[in-house]
C-alpha cells in the first residue's frame, strides 16, 4: 500500500530532462497518455505521479509518428518502481502495437527475467476470467505462449516476441529488435553488451532503447558518456536530440542528510519511501568508519555519480592530510618507490620521510604516461636518484613493475647503479599490508601530503580488491593506480628506515580513538 507522510513528498518532475520539442498537450505529441490508461484500465496496475510524468515526456512523437527518442536514459533511486516501465510497457508493446520483437537486458539473466516475470504474472491476473481486460487475447495455457526453458523466457503472443538475456556481448546479436531494455545500464563497464544490441535497433525506423539505472561510478563507461552527451545537448542544443535524459537525482555538492536532496532523487519519498527511514540510512551512512557506506548511499539513495563505490582511501581523511611542505631537510630518511600501470601506460615515483613529529610525508618525484614511458622511465631513473638521494629505492616486484626488473636489480659499478648510499628494496611483504596500512595512516592523520593532483585523482578512485580479510588497491578498474601503490610502497620503506638513534620506526600507524 501507498505510504502517507506530512513530511517530505518526493519530486514528480525529475531533475534533469530533455525539454519536449513541441507542447504535449498537442493531439499527436505523445503516446504517454495511451500508455498510462493501459496501465491503469487494462493491466489495473497504475502509475504512480512520477511514472505517469515520465511516459507522457519519454513518449513524446514526431510528426510522423514514430518516437522522438530512440534512446531514452531513465535515472532514478533504487526502489522508486523504475521496474513497473518495462512491466506495463513491455506487454502494450506486445498486444497493442504487435512488435515483433522486444529484448530485455539487464547484467545478469535473473535480474532481467525478473522483469519479464511480473510482467507475464500481471498480463495472466487480468485475462483469466470473461469480464477480465484482455480474456481471449492472452492464452489460458502458459505453455501456448510462454517458454522457460534453459534460462530462455520468452513470451510469444501473436507476432510479438519478448525475450530476455543477460548484458554481455552475445545479447542481442543476429537478432532485430523493435524495443529494447537495458536495465542496470551503470553496470556496463564496456560497449561490449551495448555493441551486441543497439546496433540490432538501427534496421527498425521507430525502434526506441529504455535505458534505466540509478548512478555509477567511473567504471560505468556507457552510462557516463550517453548521460554526458544528453546534458550537453540540453545545455547548447548541440548534439543528438534523439537522446533523452530524464533524471531524478541529489545535486553532486548536497548535503547526504538534506531532506531536499532525498526528494529529488526519490519521486515515492512520502508516497512508498519512508523519509525517516530514509534519513535514518544516511545519518547511518555519513557517520560510518566505511568509505563504501556513504559512496553507496550516494549511489543507490541519492542517484550521484561517485568516483569509486568501494573507496580504498576515505576521500574526506586525505583531504584533512593535506598539509603543503617540502621533504628537503629529510633526505637521509628518505624512501623512494617507483610503481607501473598494468597496462604499461603510466609510471610514477613518489617519495617519502618520517617526520620529527612522527608523521610520514608524502611527495611526488616524477610521472611518465603514454607509448613508450617505461623505457623512458628506465632512461631517466638512475638521474632522478641521484639528484633525490634517497636512503632506499623501492618497488614491488610481484607487480606490473616487474618490468623495471632488468634495470632496479642489478648492481654495478660500471653503470653506477645504484648511486653510493642508496639501497635497492624489493617490496615483498605482503602487498595487502602496504595496501591496508596507508589507508588507515589516512584515516588515523598520520600522513601528510602536498596536494598532488595526480595522487589525489588516483586515489579518489583507487578501490579494494578483497582476498579473505584484506584487500589490496585494485590494480583494474576505473583507472591507474600506480600513484597510490609508489606512495603507499615509500611510506612502508620510509617506516622501516631507523631514526637517529638507530631505532626502527613503527611501521604500522596507530588509529585515532
Not at 497504475?46 to 510528426?63: M, S
Not at 530462455?152 to 530476455?164: D, H, V
Not at 529494447?180 to 525506423?205: C, F, G, K, M, N
Not at 556513504?294 to 592530510?321: G, H, K, M, N, Y
Request: hydrophobic share 40%; with cysteine; glycine share 8%.
Amino acid at each position: 500500500m501507498p505510504y502517507s507522510s506530512s513530511g517530505p513528498v518526493g519530486s514528480t518532475t525529475p531533475r534533469l530532462w530533455t525539454p519536449p520539442l513541441r507542447d504535449l498537450d498537442e493531439p499527436g505529441a505523445t503516446i504517454g497518455p495511451e500508455y498510462s490508461d493501459f496501465a491503469r484500465d487494462v493491466l489495473r496496475a497504475p502509475f504512480d505521479p512520477w511514472q505517469e510524468w515520465l511516459v507522457r515526456h519519454a513518449g513524446e512523437l514526431l510528426p510522423d509518428g514514430r518516437p522522438r527518442f530512440w534512446l531514452v536514459l531513465v535515472l532514478v533511486a533504487r526502489q522508486n518502481g523504475k521496474t513497473h516501465i518495462p512491466v506495463v510497457l513491455a506487454p502494450y508493446w506486445s498486444l497493442v502495437e504487435g512488435l515483433r520483437m522486444i529484448l530485455g537486458t539487464s547484467t545478469k539473466l535473473d535480474y532481467a527475467a525478473e522483469s519479464w516475470r511480473k510482467a507475464r504474472d500481471v498480463l495472466e491476473a487480468v485475462s483469466r476470467k470473461s469480464g477480465d481486460p484482455l480474456y481471449g487475447r492472452v492464452p489460458r495455457a502458459r505453455k501456448s505462449w510462454i517458454r522457460e526453458t534453459n534460462g530462455e523466457q520468452q513470451w510469444s503472443l501473436g507476432p510479438s516476441r519478448y525475450k530476455i538475456a543477460a548484458s554481455n556481448a552475445e545479447g542481442g546479436r543476429s537478432l532485430t529488435i523493435d524495443r529494447l531494455i537495458l536495465d542496470e545500464l551503470r553496470q556496463h563497464h564496456s560497449r561490449d553488451a551495448w555493441a551486441a544490441s543497439v546496433p540490432a535497433t538501427t534496421a527498425v525506423p521507430d525502434s526506441q532503447i529504455w535505458a534505466l539505472s540509478n548512478a555509477g561510478d567511473d567504471r560505468s563507461e556507457v552510462l557516463n558518456s550517453e548521460r554526458a552527451a544528453a546534458l550537453s545537448f540540453i545545455e547548447t542544443g548541440v548534439g543528438d536530440p534523439g537522446v533523452g535524459i530524464f533524471e531524478w537525482s541529489a545535486p553532486d555538492d548536497a548535503d547526504p542528510l538534506d531532506p531536499d536532496a532525498h526528494a529529488a532523487a526519490n519521486p515515492q519519498l512520502g508516497r512508498r519511501i519512508v523519509p525517516d527511514r530514509l534519513m535514518g540510512q544516511a545519518r547511518t551512512a555519513v557517520g560510518s568508519t566505511d568509505p563504501k557506506a556513504l559512496t553507496t548511499f550516494r549511489t543507490e539513495s541519492l542517484c550521484q555519480r561517485v568516483r569509486a563505490l568501494d573507496t580504498a582511501i576515505d576521500p574526506a581523511s586525505w583531504a584533512r592530510c593535506l598539509d603543503p611542505g617540502s621533504m628537503a631537510d629529510y633526505r637521509s630518511r628518505t624512501a623512494v618507490v617507483i610503481d607501473v600501470a598494468p597496462d604499461l601506460g603510466h609510471v610514477t615515483v613518489y617519495a617519502a620521510a618520517v617526520l620529527p613529529d612522527g608523521r610520514t610525508r608524502i611527495d611526488p618525484v616524477a610521472a611518465w604516461s603514454d607509448r613508450g614511458c617505461v623505457s623512458q622511465a628506465e632512461h631517466e631513473l638512475r638521474g632522478i636518484i641521484e639528484r633525490v638521494r634517497p636512503k632506499v629505492i623501492g618497488w614491488f616486484p610481484r607487480g606490473p613493475g616487474a618490468v623495471l626488473a632488468a634495470k632496479i636489480r642489478r648492481p654495478g659499478r660500471a653503470d653506477r647503479w645504484p648511486p653510493p648510499g642508496v639501497t635497492v628494496a624489493e617490496i615483498t611483504a605482503d602487498t595487502a599490508s602496504v595496501c591496508m596500512a596507508l589507508s588507515e595512516a589516512v584515516t588515523a592523520g598520520t600522513v601528510v601530503h602536498s596536494g598532488d593532483a595526480l595522487l589525489d585523482d588516483q586515489v579518489a578512485t583507487a578501490e579494494r580488491v578483497w582476498s579473505g580479510d584484506t584487500w589490496r588497491y585494485a590494480r583494474r578498474g576505473a583507472g591507474h593506480v600506480d600513484a597510490v601503490y609508489a606512495a603507499a610502497g615509500a611510506v612502508h620503506l620510509a617506516r622501516l628506515i631507523p631514526d637517529a638513534s638507530g631505532r626502527q620506526r613503527v611501521v604500522m600507524p596507530v588509529a585515532r580513538s
